[in-house]
């Protein structure tokens, strides 16, 4: 009898698979990077194709890793990052570079239906914000700005359907993803057209896929999938799901008693409900992949992200001799934060080097430096920033429930002591951490186990494979100065609005 389960999950600069056994053992991991690319201001892309060929190269790899049977595979299910957008033709074949969640190009469509209350009116629909690498906007900005591409395409994919077509041959759109996208009514969890005509999209309809669910096995992999990835042909291929679900299955979400945040390439902050949330004052929400169940986040672009963007930039050096030591660059800004004290600077980072929902126009500043600062200094001050990111959007879901019992955090961050350190300190709360490398792939393993009938549902599955390695507790004598630091940070955000306008 099959006895493994494979995760994908594609994010935006990298593809990574993992095997798991049934009780959510993790056998082996791989991964492949794609080159994401910003041809212009506020665009960030890739090449579509290289969603395939990396997850293609990271699951074969991870086969011949584990030195599995890739017949005793149970299961495959994909998650990815969610937004962006993906326009394949008739053959599911890209008409375009795929278009990442960080993107910027379609911001005057965002405030032209804000100042026309379009986000008013189709909020009781679709339960969510409007911004601008929604498919939403972008699909009305290729309209306008690249017509002959427009033309070319057939259907509309996010990034882990596009992948899941490639494995399948079938063109499918997952609920969880698509929930996230402003394009359903969650209400009846099917596409509207009313939604669409009140984005002046509405001749868009036709290039939306059939929706399916995530357990749902929507397929099975292709002989021409077989050959390039080295899974059997015939093995079941689940729905999967948007990766914000998927790290809430990692996390053992399967009620309402805890917070999970996601600390990557976005900063979030999600609960799961019953009651759905349809407010201003909520990022989104979204169906979550247990379907009594909604998903409600508040998050943005605001997170690990910049640290990668300061390493890739500044550090190359260190990354030099951290190579040499064979160890990571972080474990190497990890020991400079370490050598520092929350006490020692005031240093304030904003974490909105891809943009904010705290205003339009965001950009990433560093606010207090002086001459006697050190690298360490300026590292905690990016930890920390990335930290009051997250405390913002928390403080708004504590809007709509009462305190949590748990907190855990998954995402590059939770990799180090110190940066979840301060996470605790500025919380107050424990800070729980999973057990395991691939938090995404292990959800997506869940939703393959279910699928397959591994386990018989998604809590005996959460209940069977999910573990935890650690939990750090705060510092009771750090609140008073994580407040006051919160302030400040709150202050400069404040501060800098109207600079940021003149900067725009």
């Known amino acids: 009898m099959p006895q493994y389960l494979m995760g994908i999950d594609n994010g935006c600069t990298v593809s990574k698979a993992a095997l798991f056994t049934a009780d959510g053992k993790e056998v082996a991991v791989a991964s492949a990077k794609t080159q994401a690319t910003s041809p212009k201001p506020d665009w960030y892309e890739r090449d579509t194709e290289e969603v395939w060929t990396s997850t293609a190269a990271a699951v074969k790899q991870v086969i011949a890793q584990a030195g599995v049977d890739a017949k005793d595979i149970a299961a495959v299910a994909c998650t990815g990052h969610g937004n962006g957008l993906y326009l394949v033709d008739e053959a599911g074949k890209p008409v375009r570079p795929g278009i990442l969640s960080m993107d910027g190009r379609a911001k005057e469509y965002i405030r032209r239906w804000q100042a026309e209350g379009v986000g008013q009116k189709v909020l009781p629909m679709t339960m969510q914000s409007i911004w601008p690498a929604q498919p939403n906007a972008l699909l009305a900005?290729?309209?306008?700005?690249?017509?002959?591409?427009?033309?070319?395409?057939?259907?509309?994919?996010?990034?882990?359907?596009?992948?899941?077509?490639?494995?399948?041959g079938k063109i499918q759109m997952e609920l969880t993803d698509m929930s996230g996208t402003s394009l359903m009514n969650l209400q009846t969890r099917g596409y509207d057209q009313a939604v669409?005509?009140?984005?002046?999209?509405?001749?868009?309809?036709d290039l939306l896929p059939p929706i399916v669910r995530s357990e749902e096995v929507c397929g099975t992999v292709t002989a021409e999938a077989a050959a390039a990835t080295g899974l059997a042909e015939g093995t079941p291929v689940a729905g999967g799901m948007f990766d914000i679900d998927a790290c809430g299955l990692a996390t053992g979400t399967i009620d309402d008693s805890q917070l999970c945040m996601i600390a990557g390439t976005w900063g979030n902050n999600q609960y799961i409900s019953k009651t759905p949330v349809v407010s201003e004052d909520v990022f989104m929400t979204s169906c979550y992949a247990m379907p009594e169940y909604y998903l409600i986040l508040e998050g943005s672009a605001t997170s690990a992200s910049n640290l990668e963007w300061i390493v890739n930039q500044f550090f190359q050096?260190?990354?030099?001799?951290?190579?040499?030591?064979?160890?990571?660059?972080?474990?190497?800004?990890?020991?400079?934060?370490?050598?520092?004290?929350?006490?020692?600077?005031?240093?304030?980072?904003?974490?909105?080097?891809?943009?904010?929902?705290?205003?339009?126009?965001?950009?990433?500043?560093?606010?207090?430096?002086?001459?006697?600062?050190?690298?360490?200094?300026?590292?905690?001050a990016v930890y920390e920033g990335v930290v009051f990111g997250h405390l913002t959007h928390v403080n708004k879901l504590m809007k709509f429930r009462p305190p949590f019992k748990r907190v855990r955090l998954v995402g590059g961050a939770s990799r180090s002591r110190a940066w979840v350190q301060i996470f605790a300190d500025a919380l107050q709360a424990p800070v729980e951490i999973p057990d395991g490398t691939e938090l995404g792939a292990l959800g997506a393993a869940i939703c393959a186990a279910v699928a397959a009938g591994v386990h018989p549902s998604y809590e005996a599955a959460v209940g069977a494979m999910v573990r935890f390695s650690r939990v750090q507790e705060p510092q009771s004598d750090k609140a008073a100065l994580y407040q006051a630091k919160f302030d400040r940070y709150q202050k400069v955000v404040q501060a800098l609005g109207g600079v940021w306008k003149d900067l725009a």
């Not at 240093?347 to 360490?376: C, E, Q």
């Open 317 to 380: 050096a260190e990354q030099a001799t951290a190579a040499q030591r064979g160890t990571s660059v972080y474990d190497v800004c990890n020991e400079w934060v370490e050598q520092t004290k929350p006490e020692d600077a005031k240093i304030v980072f904003l974490p909105f080097l891809y943009g904010s929902n705290a205003h339009a126009d965001a950009k990433g500043s560093l606010v207090g430096m002086a001459g006697w600062h050190t690298r360490g200094h300026v590292l905690r």
């Open 196 to 205: 669409l005509e009140a984005f002046g999209i509405g001749e868009m309809m």
């Open 141 to 168: 900005w290729l309209r306008d700005n690249e017509p002959d591409t427009f033309k070319k395409a057939r259907w509309v994919l996010m990034c882990k359907d596009f992948a899941r077509s490639r494995l399948t």
